[in-house]
């Protein structure tokens, strides 16, 4: 049987570029912005709760989508791949942050902002790192910035970008009016 992978050429790339810049590693907790098919937050979970190890050293992923038919799409896809015990799926305005009041490791957006969302530099811990692409949500031209941003203290952020990109645009109370 031949396997077919989801992502073909660049959207399988970028997907290995954002894990590659967010310095994942076991026991981490990532929240995600934008879960469409649930297929990056699995392959997050591969790395900060992999299956072979001890699940007392398994980080998790928890990963909002504000679009309810994508939230229950991604979720059925998590659950049918194995992931249910490593990814929770939200249906909720990942821009404004996560309700749950715990701090992330990682904060992984998979959809252009127009500028790094307040409510998720609250949300990441000291020593963390924010990957996000930001940029006008229907340029054309390379207008999108792939931005990697470490959390140096509460106020202070190092944001450097990193690459051109093309993304769809962020919705939500600190994304893209529709």
Request: hydrophobic content about 45%.
């Given at each position: ?16 570029m ?13 929240f ?9 937050a699995?392959?997050?979970?591969e790395?900060v709760?992999?299956?072979d190890?001890?699940?007392?050293k ?9 679009h ?16 249910a015990d490593?990814?929770s ?16 490791d ?11 969302p ?8 000291i ?19 792939l ?21 769809v ?8 009016k529709?």
């Amino acid at each position: 049987m031949r396997h077919t992978d989801p992502l073909k050429g660049s959207g399988r790339d970028m997907v290995f570029m954002m894990n590659e810049l967010l310095k994942l590693e076991e026991g981490m907790i990532v929240f995600e912005v934008g879960a469409g098919s649930g297929y990056h937050a699995a392959t997050v979970a591969e790395i900060v709760a992999p299956e072979d190890s001890p699940m007392e050293k398994w980080g998790h992923v928890y990963s909002a989508e504000i679009h309810r038919s994508l939230a229950v799409k991604a979720w059925r896809n998590i659950m049918e791949a194995g992931y249910a015990d490593r990814v929770s799926v939200l249906h909720c305005d990942g821009s404004s942050g996560f309700p749950l009041n715990i701090k992330a490791d990682r904060i992984l957006v998979t959809a252009a902002a127009p500028s790094l969302p307040k409510p998720l530099m609250a949300q990441v811990k000291i020593g963390g790192r924010i990957v996000i692409p930001i940029g006008f949500a229907q340029a054309l031209f390379f207008a999108q910035k792939l931005v990697v941003a470490d959390k140096i203290d509460e106020e202070k952020f190092n944001i450097r970008e990193v690459a051109d990109v093309a993304f769809v645009p962020l919705r939500g109370r600190y994304g893209w009016k529709s």
